[in-house]
């Protein structure tokens, strides 16, 4: 019987506790996860690069049964309050597990609680703990933009927003670095990063750009309240290889000119594909998209498809077995290796720190660049 | 650092688990995947929503692809809080994957989550149910709950859960078991060197090669205990199976570990370890201690409690041996008052750090000159590359396992390690098999 819940052999994709976290990372704020215990572990020794060389605040609130049952909330306020005054936090971002959740934890009012006890600004970040991790940073993102930037800003021409980077799909830093020079090479500025590598500061600026670019499907949440905010477009699409550099940049010009938000890949109509990415949703089709303009696809007659997880169901597990084992190549994380049955199917690695955690973390290419060798990548694998 | 406690300063009521917790990069100490991975053709299912799931999981994928063939997944979704059929999941699941594995394990340990509480889930109705489809398998109701932590901790549980399926059987009278170890307790184990020599068998679960092995420790007529998180299965065993059990103290004091040794010796009917052995042995651990005392000629010294049970008799031990223990690494007191006021009376000025406290995030971890860490919070902490890599005892009791401890420091002493990459490994000592 065909049931997502059921993961007899894989892995589980990051949460989107550990999204939220990830977003706030470099911001010099606070972030709390009101959680029992285990979350936070499972963040910072998996998901998390930055952690072990950083002093970035994250802390667990320490759930116990008695508080969750009382509904005792000033057990939380407390805390955060004295650990706010020892630390001094730039802000606070305050995020939960399930237990919060089917308790119907006020996350709006506790925070707005918090803020006046510390004066320090708090985010209300409404996680469950049992979706993905791309919504944990499109929420924890939206709710910083909505606080800290001002949509009244006037637009610089030809510059954009990265919307939707963190470690989770980047885990190599060189990902980054490679994104930006890709956007300045094609003449455009690039606004701000979020958030790697970027500043409180500057991020503040958000309504500058005249496009955000959701590099991930996590850009997604905050782009559409930009947009509903300050009209600001956006296109959906990471430039990996040369061809989906050039569809990104066109698509980014276009919807600068006309104002509307476009996809920049292509949609996948075929049902069984020769070459499977799997991935998150817009590296995947991206890098998908990318695969059927290479020579390699032509000359061997094979058409690449995306496979991602959903945001509430993850990745179905007997879906996952009978495409991968259908497809001749699999571009994949390492860790889906325990699920190949098929011999003629040929697995090319593609780590993915949101799905194998920090396992494959040293092998992750840089592939987020105009100058992602995909013929190379493919044939060379 | 100092963001300490002086230990006049403190009380015997401390306990750091109390407010905001920070996970250091210390992953060296098992967790509950870790110690269910010990069942040989055991398998682990884990209901739980995704954020829970995912350190389970890559905990298991750490270890390598062979692990991951003992453990799979249910994920709790929104549809089941919704629907309420949090058992009907746990029981399709189950069967699930049951069918679905290549090889049929013989246990099965289903471990529910903190959500499952708050819900009410009836999982024993469907392990009544489970049991009647596969009369092969032993399943076991295990919990990976840190919200009930306060009245039951997950990993001493866990260790009692596993050997719920042990049956009443007659108990042999050269039979006892070892319960509840990470490790194998035997070439710097007292205990096993003087049983072994005596004649008598010994079950452990972590030596064990097959299921049948483990139904051996059923016939055992002593189980014998050397950690905190091992009681409540030895508690357990003694109740439900009329079972005698033995706490052996991870002591340093010489008089404790003659007596326990004389205590386990009488209550199977044999001869205690021969005066002239425990003489030899007492003098070892005095020389060893001397010479490492001379070694490090004054470099202070940090213990944590991950790595040794008993952290404040440790330090009295090296104390009163003329060391200079700096500083103590501890979340909660769990040695005895007397003990704690020992120490606070020989050494007032003892820095005793938590690792959970939030100040503990941003503390400066720079310490003024060398010094060597007995374990990996208090190396982390120290940022010492000068440290002893090991937790929980690590297989050691006795006199034995002072002298190598007292070894490991020495060694510790003069080998830096690549502090980074040894404690953010998870699971020390850790494989599967």
Redesign the interface.
Known sequence: ?K???????T????????GACSAMFELGGMS?LH????????Y????EPR??DS?S?M????????T?VLGDDNVLID??T??SR??HPRFIMLCG???PH??AFDYKGVAHLIEQRTGVPVIPVPT?????YTRGVGLALREWIRRFADPSEEKVPGSVNLLGVTPIDFSNRDNVAALRKTFTDAGLTVNGCFAMEDSFDNLAHAYRASVNVCVSSAGLLPAKMMRAKAGTPYVIGLPVGPYMAEQVMQAVRASEKDGRNRNAFGRDTVQQEDILVIGEQVYAQSMADGINHTAFAGENGMHAGALWPDI???IDEDGLIARMNHAKIAVCDP?Y??VLRNPDTRLIPLPHEGY??R?FRKDMPVFASDRFDLEKFLREA | MNEYQLIKDMKYEYNADIGLDYSSPCRGVWNIVHYGTLVPEGHQIYVCPTSCLRGVVLTTAEMGFDAMKKLSTIAVGEDNILDGDMEEEVLHGTEKIIDALPQRPRMVMIFTSCIHHFMAVNYQRVYKILRREYPDIDFIDCYMDPIMRRKKEPMPNLRKQILRVLQPADHLPDHVSFVGNCFPMTKYCDLYQHLVRSGISISDLTTMQNYDEFHEMEKSCINFTFNRKAELAGRDLKLRLGQKWMIMRSSFVYDEIDADMKAASEALGIAAPPQEETRALRAEAEEKAQALRQKLNGTPLSIDYTAIEQPLGFAIYLLEHGFNVESVLIDVITESEDVFRKLQAIRPDLKVYSSLGWNMRQADRHHDGKIVAVGQKSAYFNDTPYFVNLVENAGMYGYRGLSHLLDLIAQAADTPQDLPTLVQHKGWGCSCS
């Open positions: 019987m049931d997502w819940h059921v993961h007899v052999f892995s589980t994709y990051a949460a989107d506790v550990t709390i959680d029992p215990d285990g979350c936070n572990s499972t910072t020794t998996h998901d952690w072990y002093q605040l802390f667990c609130s320490g759930l116990d049964e008695l969750a805390d955060v004295q650990a020892d630390l597990s399930s237990i089917i308790i469950n703990g049992l979706d993905l509430e169901e993850g860790l290796r325990n194998s955690g396992i």
